[in-house]
């Protein structure tokens, strides 16, 4: 994949007034969309029912009201609805609380947990559950009435499409919706894998960041920051598989990843097994005193994780329950190619898991060593210093196992960065002033250049340095998301070195960018 630096001139020429919404649940109804010109706010529990299909264009912004148990709210995709949330890394769809002003960046960070509910998206593949020995198995979400039937999930078809969600922030949810039961920031009830998932970032939930329960759902580019319970949880038997997954924790947080098979009979089928590659999973501190560990896997579960590093947790590595040893010892427990670092428990084979779990590092041809990773700097502070690619030199170079199935792209680095860092620009992490600046290195070494934009009656100027050897394209679009190449706009390289476009300026197109490769 080619790697781009985009120096962006973002050129408003009119400001539309943006409208509150205050959304109900009977506000939803058969082919409803959300725009992105209007803010939209949940009050309760507002659902999308079966049949009926939501769709949120790219850079909207939907907000909860604060509240707890009947009162929480939250988006709930009902089984047999579709939700189609495709954002941009340029105009990111964002989930947050009503409280939160997201032109301030400072006025709510990552201990501001629990303002709102979360996302809940339910579909019709296979669990397993106690609550129905029907056929189908179904279940009810947690904290959602009993019987209230929109909120159940579960079927027979372990190919159901949910829909899209691509480009979502989920910020400051988790309120608590009944007796200890709050709501995670991206709840997925037996979502089948027809649906797509990709790029969607939880920052600062009070309970667990993703929770799939049950279900076949396939998910890539995951980023989960500063929960107060656990960055990854699943139970009920999900079966998915998962690809380029973050986390990091502060002292307050839970596990990495506790992993569950069964509610309480550790028998039922299908069992939790899914499989994971390339995540990266940067714990509350190994000198926290939490006690938090990197994996939890019990009650049945198995959990497969390749190329990985895992590091900075105050207890130990994995623990592996004498109620998921029959997993461990079917090898549906398997971890291969990874890393680990900064494990509070020990910084050997012996010492750095529980006794269930230590094959898993005294076999060395499962190569999971215990060695320095060589990432970036690790802050939890607004620095804009959090770095988690490797550095040139580090281990997670050193090769990676290649996976025959065709979900999942093959590469040359562990962890879930190589060179980009795709977390840039459109996650609350990002904009907040958690991440480091730069997006990804470069092969050749751009400068940003000085920009020099003139509007001449109908005509744009667009002045800027230029690099030898480096290409320059110009792209217009009229809503932050589409953009398209100007192709024949005039202009060249003068003999000062400096590139002047001059492109025609249309009521349609008002923004502009400069793409540099």
Known sequence: ???????????????????????????????????????????????????????????????????????SSALVVARGAKIYAEGTKEAPIVFTAEVDNIDDLEDLGSTDRGLWGGLIVLGNAVLNSPA???TP??????????????GRFGGNDDNDN??????????????????????????LGAVGRGTTIEFIEIFANLDDGIEFFGGTAEVRYLSVSYCGDDSFDYDQGWRGKGQYWFTIQDGDGGEGGEHD?????????????????????????????????????????????????????????IDVQDDSLTRMNNGDIDFQNNIWWLIGAGDTPETIANENATPLFTDTSLNNRIID??????????????????????????????????????????????????????????????????????????????????LHSYNFEIEFDAIEDVSYQLLESNNLSDWTVVD?????VYSDGKIKIITTSSVNNNFYKVVAE
Do not use: C
């Open 373 to 454: 990773p060589k990432l970036g700097p690790i802050s939890r502070d607004y620095d804009a210093v959090l770095d988690p690619r490797p550095q040139a030199d580090s281990p997670l170079y050193d090769g990676a196992i290649i996976l025959a199935d065709p979900f999942f792209e093959n590469n040359k680095y562990s962890g879930a960065f190589d060179k980009w860092n795709w977390m840039h620009g459109w996650t609350g992490l990002s904009v907040s002033g958690y991440l480091i600046l730069d997006e990804g290195q470069q092969t050749i070494n751009i400068p940003n250049p000085e920009l020099s934009i003139k």
């Open 162 to 187: 949910s829909g899209v969600l691509k480009y979502i922030s989920i910020r400051h949810g988790g309120t608590l919706i009944g007796a200890d039961n709050e709501i995670n920031g991206l709840t």
């Open 137 to 150: 198995i179904t279940d009810n979400v947690e904290g959602i009435d009993i019987n209230e039937t929109r």
């Open 1 to 71: 994949m080619t790697k781009k630096l985009l120096l962006s001139i973002l050129v408003g020429l009119s400001v539309e007034a943006q409208s509150i919404i205050q959304v109900t649940d009977s506000d939803i109804t058969t082919d409803t969309l959300w725009t992105s010109n209007n803010e939209y706010v949940l009050n309760g529990l507002v659902f999308v029912e079966s049949g009926e299909t939501l769709t949120i264009e790219p850079g909207t912004v939907i907000k909860g009201k604060p509240g707890s148990g009947a009162q």
């Open 132 to 134: 129905d020995s029907g």
């Open 261 to 317: 098979g069964d509610i309480d009979d550790n028998t039922r089928t299908p069992i939790s097994k899914p499989i994971i590659s390339n995540a990266t999973f940067i714990g509350g501190g190994v000198d926290s005193g939490n006690g938090k560990r990197a994996f939890n896997i019990r009650d049945n579960a198995g959990a497969v994780y390749y190329n990985s590093v895992f590091m900075d947790f105050n207890g130990r590595a």
């Open 488 to 492: 024949n706009p005039t202009g060249g």
